[in-house]
T-cell receptor
Framework: AQSVSQHNHHVILSEAASLELGCNYSYGGTVNLFWYVQYPGQHLQLLLKYFSGDPLVKGIKGFEAEFIKSKFSFNLRKPSVQWSDTAEYFCAVIPTLSGTYKYIFGTGTRLKVLA | ETGVTQSPTHLIKTRGQQVTLRCSSQSGHNTVSWYQQALGQGPQFIFQYYREEENGRGNFPPRFSGLQFPNYSSELNVNALELDDSALYLC?????????????FGPGTRLTVL
């Protein structure tokens, strides 16, 4: 079955620390990849997406992610986190040939940034 | 441009009851997807509607049903509520049913089943 794994469920960092959140998916075909963020009390918002081309994609608020096809991974990174990055982060994939363009989400990573 | 809206915000029901959740899609969007997000989990796909027709369904029983109206707004109906149906229900709209179209999420409806 298609699935998405986010290995870090809770991450606590101090401001200015670097961030890397792991995301792996299980699907042998072509996928489109997304990272969403959910700030406290707010709805899910798109951080960045990858469809094709340069495997290093840049998103909003200084976030970037790298697609490594051989590892079925799409890890999210930020060089220096801020207190305002405290949120829950979800990785999602859409298998492009699934016929139903549904997101398959990971279980999420709760990030807390200490001021 | 109005974003995706959902109503109600919160809802409390008892086992066996029925519930209807509503979603207004973003202007210009003709596709609506519904997701269930249980506590501590990522959103799980329930079904998708495209131009008033169901366009795919996740692993949910038939007591989860939906509708899409000509203005592309949508309803999610759940019959015979069970305790495990307690969750945040998310609606997402997109311009077309395509893996290349970003889905925009509403704030969700928090359903509690007692």
């Amino acid at each position: 079955a298609q699935s998405v794994s986010q290995h870090n469920h809770h991450v606590i960092l101090s401001e200015a620390a670097s961030l890397e959140l792991g995301c792996n998916y299980s699907y042998g075909g072509t996928v489109n990849l997304f990272w969403y963020v959910q700030y406290p009390g707010q709805h899910l918002q798109l951080l960045l997406k990858y469809f094709s081309g340069d495997p290093l994609v840049k998103g909003i608020k200084g976030f970037e992610a790298e697609f490594i096809k051989s590892k079925f991974s799409f890890n999210l990174r930020k060089p220096s986190v801020q207190w305002s990055d405290t949120a829950e982060y979800f990785c999602a994939v859409i298998p492009t040939l699934s016929g139903t363009y549904k997101y398959i989400f990971g279980t999420g990573t709760r990030l807390k940034v200490l001021a | 441009e109005t974003g995706v809206t959902q109503s109600p915000t919160h809802l409390i029901k008892t086992r066996g009851q029925q519930v209807t959740l509503r979603c207004s899609s973003q202007s210009g969007h003709n596709t609506v997807s519904w997701y269930q997000q249980a506590l501590g989990q990522g959103p799980q796909f329930i079904f998708q509607y495209y131009r008033e027709e169901e366009n795919g369904r996740g692993n949910f029983p038939p007591r989860f049903s939906g509708l899409q109206f000509p203005n592309y707004s949508s309803e999610l109906n759940v019959n015979a509520l069970e305790l495990d149906d307690s969750a945040l229900y998310l609606c997402a709209s997109s311009q077309q049913t395509s893996s290349y179209n970003e889905q925009f999420f509403g704030p969700g409806t928090r359903l509690t089943v007692l």
